[in-house]
């Protein structure tokens, strides 16, 4: 079921680890949409080699870069301009991590080197992506780029630990950006709050399953899944949008707007 929304159009994919990815199943549907695009991600997940497997069915070259240096993305724009033929349209920010959720380390016993690292490649990274972006002036007018983000920026997770800082400042630096990129040239920055999804940086939060078993009850529409989540991305990255900017789009069965369920409920 594809309609050519995207047809013509020029993107930078990052995040695309395994199919479970997320940007996975953006990438998938990016090119059943029509579209042109690099993956990008970090040399080491270069490594682990499924990301070919992607490259290959999406026609889409790789272009390794760590989002956290400037050298990286400024290459990453010049070769990605080279390849796809001109300026970009969409860029994906499909990017989280945090050593001291993955090490155990939780809210009050952060490492604080860690905890720059986190802040870093989760948050500031997006900053990154697109002060080289406007530098360069590598994305055209109307260019839309979206961040994943989570609804730990708004709510109490305890085990989301530092990553929820690392999500407020992602939602704040889309406003930020989103405001000057739109007088600049029309570009437009938003995130998407995705319900919790099963992928390796979702799983990498302990309690994970009784957490998106939680999440579930606690949504009309049931918790979103990857799929549906590359869906409103293509949307997002489409003409059909073109006004909505520095926004977070909640995108979570409307989980965020509930309070309580009969289903919880019943359990008390
Ligand atoms: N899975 C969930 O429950 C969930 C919910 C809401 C939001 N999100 C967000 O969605 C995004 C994608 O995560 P996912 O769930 O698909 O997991 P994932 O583990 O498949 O993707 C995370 C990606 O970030 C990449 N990455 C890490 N450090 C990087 C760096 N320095 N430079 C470039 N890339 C780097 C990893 O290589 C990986 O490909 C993340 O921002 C995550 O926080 C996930």
Known sequence: ?????????????????????????????????????????????????????????????????????TEDLKNLYTQSMEQLGGKIDFVLHSIGMSPNVRKGKGYTDLNYDWY????????????????????????????SVVALSYIAAQRIYPDYGDMADAKSLLESIARGFGYHYGFKKKVR????????????????????????AFAESLSPLGNADANACADYCVMMFSDYTKYVTMQNLYHDGGYSATGVTAEVMDKF
């Open 1 to 69: 079921m594809s309609h050519n929304l995207l047809k013509g159009k020029r993107g930078i994919i990052f995040g695309a680890l395994n199919d479970q990815s997320i940007a996975w199943k953006v990438a998938e549907k990016a090119h059943a949409e029509g579209a042109s695009f690099v993956l990008s991600n970090v040399p080491v997940a270069m490594r682990l080699g499924a990301i070919n497997e992607l490259s290959e069915k999406c026609n889409a070259p790789i272009i390794p870069a760590d989002a956290t240096s």
């Open 189 to 212: 920055v938003n995130t998407i709050s995705q319900s919790p999804t099963p992928t390796t940086a979702g799983t990498g939060v302990s309690g994970f399953d009784k957490f998106l």
């Open 116 to 143: 720059q690292k986190t802040l870093d490649i989760s948050g500031g990274s997006l900053h990154k992506t697109l002060q080289v972006a406007m530098e360069m002036d590598a994305l055209n007018e109307w260019a």
